[in-house]
């Protein structure tokens, strides 16, 4: 961008920047958990009407889209948000209401303000505001609210089979930084099945407890695949379940679910090919036991009524430090910001593996700090927020110009 182009969005983020913290407060207000989004994506649909937007629809899924035309010479970009949030859990242990999209000490608190409806609003706001001035990038600019990210990603795999970009923008958290890829996520299911007796008799059945036991110590022992830039796979169990709710009955099944990061390269096969044999081992310990592993789905119903059983699985992905699309949004931030911008690997998942297994090259960059999610203490810095705006309105503005 030219110096007055520079200027003129300077001067446009700081005109509008009112309306959008009160747009992100209304939508902190609005609670949207996976497959309850309807009423937040009303408001998201209506803001870009009146924002003049090209086109706005929603799709059969619930993905809300937003159009900014482009002048027709240029690659379209899609700036990506979710719609939906995690549970807020016990508002009592919140320092403010979860759902009351307060301001306190120069920070917007509430469930879903980092993880994103902070980012949403400000892309929302920033190519917004392109189309209430007219101004139209190089290429077609989309802003998509999808459903249900928060429980594997459907909303944008749907939207992907009716929109490509040849770009994309991630809002999740990155601090106003760059990022370049992630980890994967893939959640395996251990099943364990014995034989169930009365627990004061335990020497007359087959506890899969013991099998469950030996692969939880088993894990920490496995050889985990390394990577310079992503710090190597992990594996952590979380859930654990039974077919009993009696204390005094030994069960037949238990299930272990195990959450495993992978890096990128690293295939949902390759980490059940890993976790296998060990599994094998615990269960030839313990005779008369029986188990298995399975890639853990859920069965999904977005607010429209549209239904999926899902594979819970993040695909990882990584652009190269110098792929023209990370040296590119580098430099439109560090011109746009006055500030030099890290490039960074977030920690964790996000829609932007979709996008990458889709073929379409992604960044991510997002008000938000990665600290905050899914916190009692979620909240983001107004200034953060203000930033992210101008870089979003800037990436919009250039991200047209040039190859992928």
Known sequence: ??????????SLVETHYDQMIAFCQRCIQTPSLPGEEE??????????????YDEVWVDDWGNVVGLLRGRGSGR???????????????????????????????????????????????????VGVLAKEGMHPPGDVYVAGVVQEEVGGLGTQKL?????????????????????????????????????????????????????????????????????TFGGSSVAPTLYLTDQKSSNVIPGEARLHLDWRNVPGETAE?????????????????????????????????????TETFPAVFPSYGLEAN???????????????????????????????????????TIGFGPAEAKELHTVGESVPLEMLKDGMLGYLALALALGEGDT
């Open 160 to 228: 992907l089979q009716m929109v490509t970009p040849d770009v994309a923008v991630i809002g999740e958290a990155t601090s106003n930084q760059l990022a370049r890829g992630h980890r994967g996520r893939i959640e395996v299911v251990a099943r364990v099945r014995g034989k169930s007796v009365h627990a004061s008799v335990p020497e007359q059945g087959v506890n899969p407890h013991a099998v469950l036991a030996r692969l939880i110590q088993g894990l920490e022992k496995l050889p985990l695949t390394q990577d310079e």
């Open 39 to 52: 009423d937040l994506a009303a408001l998201v649909k209506a803001e870009m009407e009146t924002l003049g």
């Open 323 to 361: 792929h023209p699309l990370v040296s590119q949004g580098r430099q439109v931030l560090e011109s746009a910001l006055s500030r030099p911008v890290e490039v960074v690997i977030w920690r964790f998942a996000t829609d932007g593996g979709h996008l990458m297994e889709a073929g379409v090259p």
């Open 270 to 306: 390759d980490v059940l090919a890993q976790i296998q044999p060990l599994l094998e081992a615990c269960v030839e310990d313990v005779k008369g036991s029986h188990g298995e592993l399975e890639l853990h789905t859920r069965d999904l119903r977005t607010y429209t009524g549209c």
């Open 76 to 126: 379209s970009v899609m700036f990506n948000g979710h719609l939906d949030h995690v549970d807020p859990g016990n508002a009592d242990e919140w320092p403010y209401p979860p759902y009351g999209g307060e301001i306190h000490d120069g920070r917007l608190w509430g469930r879903g303000v980092a993880d994103m409806k902070g980012p949403l609003a400000a892309m929302l706001y920033a």
């Open 1 to 10: 961008m030219s110096a007055a182009m520079e200027k003129d969005v300077v």
